[in-house]
């Protein structure tokens, strides 16, 4: 198949497939996929394989409707070649059903994992899927929760048949379904935030985000990386922050001379702002402990200067190894230290004066970045990483020297992951001072979300 004969819908549905068999990320599988793809081409495969990743629950509700053997159950092939030919159809308004469902169809014929039935009753599946819809509308309709209307980007799609539960009867599988999203994610939410806040958080996390940069050192000015990035052929205008970009879309960063010479690094403003917050100052020693892939690692770097010195840690050495790819760009020394599995067990020969731990976590707080965290994270991994959190902190709170500052980070937006696991921190370490803390949720930042508390051990 030749690219433009549905080669990006091919591509889409490989990469969906390989995410979800491998564990990767979309955003880890997608880059490789590019080559070869105009514009064009390269715009759809990246839709639809966000879009999909996004909007599973509610393109499987969709899909079931005509099918004995639910979507989940099918071959991995027909099962995202049926959710990315039932997203082209819900949720996209540019292209047209039959080229939708023509070309995936025509993509699946050359996907491995499919026999020779699959084509057909991917066909016939999503012609009933087409026949559902009723018509597309910018709109809002009278009741906003009418059972029958699902949001999509631009307006609204009618489905000819209620699709959603009556909010009255179950709000949150009303929610779950509507906005594509674990019904126990939106249950804590809707206790916690009530139903207003709760649907504004549900529909920043399925935005497209934008995609952001920071300026690094390395470039002469911010104005000077948007004309490297322009002759680059990638579209860029300066961001909210004084070191932060942002791009006209993704396709093409493999290839910016611009991002391989080091002069961006793609950053969400979120996680800049919280990269500043340690700010160690020239000649720092500074422990980066969750350091892959080394964003913040690399801020670091550019504030203690050639007579500082960075560790950088991690738990994995696949993470290290990248982590030391992406910190030798910047010219600057550093070292790296494994994480035992157990962060128990971190003994480093020195103390800190900066420490900054960027824990893992649930990602609840970037869905709309890495929409498909929202299907592998499960109730009970919150009470799981929250574990994992208190032995990280407890090795930084080890390695910090009195008068130092430590930063914790997450990209998560749950209690547990954030301020509840510093208040118990302090619980189990006498002496720290919480000197700023700040909660950053999608629908009030426009971007990502997440958490950072700045602790400080104060002398003597």
């Known amino acids: 198949m030749k690219p433009g004969d549905g080669e990006a819908r091919k591509r889409a549905i490989e990469a969906l497939v390989l995410a979800a068999e491998t564990g990767a990320f979309v955003d880890e599988v997608l880059p490789s996929r590019f080559a070869g793809l105009d514009p064009r081409d390269r715009r759809l495969l990246h839709e639809v394989v966000y879009g999909v990743s ?31 030919g039932a997203y082209q159809l819900v949720y996209l308004t540019r292209v047209p059903a039959h080229a939708a469902v023509n070309q995936t169809v025509e993509a699946l014929k ?3 994992g499919a026999d020779s039935k699959a084509p057909g009753f991917v066909n016939a599946v999503l012609h009933k899927v087409s026949k559902d819809i009723r018509r597309k509308s910018a709109e809002e309709p009278v009741d906003r929760d009418d059972p029958t209307v699902i949001p999509i980007r631009d307006g609204f799609c ?31 939410w809707l206790e916690r935030f009530g139903e207003e806040e709760t649907r504004r958080l549900c529909e920043a996390q399925n935005r497209t985000p934008a995609v952001t940069a920071r ?53 969400d403003e979120t996680a800049i702002r919280i990269g500043a917050v340690l700010n160690p100052p020239a000649g720092a020693r500074v422990l980066d402990l969750c350091a892959a892939p080394g964003g913040k690692a690399i801020q670091l770097l550019e504030r203690i200067g050639p007579g ?6 991690d738990r994995t050495e696949e993470k290290l190894a990248l982590l030391r790819e992406n910190l030798s760009r910047t010219g600057a020394q550093f070292t790296t230290e494994l994480v035992p599995e157990d962060p128990a067990e971190l003994a480093l020969p020195e103390r800190f004066t900066h420490v900054l731990v960027d824990a893992p976590c649930s990602n609840t707080g970037v869905l709309a970045r890495r929409p ?70 999608p629908h009030r930042t426009g971007g990502d979300g997440g958490y950072y508390s700045l602790i400080l051990r104060p002398r003597g």
Not at 247 to 264: F, M, N, V
Not at 308 to 313: D, E, K, Q, S, V
């Open 54 to 84: 996004r909007h599973v629950n509610t393109l499987d509700t969709l899909i079931n409707f005509h099918l004995k053997l639910p979507v989940s159950r099918q071959k991995p092939a027909v099962a995202w070649a049926l959710r990315a």
């Open 110 to 112: 050359s996907l491995p």
């Open 158 to 188: 009618h489905i000819n048949r209620p699709v959603l539960e009556l909010i009255r009867l179950d709000r949150t599988a009303h929610f779950s379904i509507k906005y594509s999203q674990p019904a126990w994610l939106v249950a804590r």
């Open 215 to 267: 300026v690094t050192a390395a470039a002469p000015s911010r104005d000077a990386a948007i004309e490297s990035l322009k002759a680059d052929g990638i579209e860029a205008a300066p961001g909210s922050l004084a070191d932060s970009l942002v791009l006209a879309e993704a396709a093409g960063l493999e290839a910016s001379s611009t991002l391989a010479k080091g002069w961006i690094q793609i950053q």
């Open 308 to 313: 500082g010195r960075l560790t950088a840690a």
């Open 372 to 441: 498909e965290a929202r299907w592998r994270v499960k109730r009970d991994d919150i009470g799981t990483l929250a574990q994992l959190q208190a032995k990280l902190l407890d090795a930084a709170f080890r390695h910090l020297e009195p008068g130092g500052r430590l930063v914790y980070a997450t990209c998560s937006i749950e209690p547990e992951e954030n301020e509840n696991a510093v208040a118990q921190a302090f619980a189990r370490h006498s002496g720290l001072i919480e000197s700023d803390t700040k909660l950053f949720l």
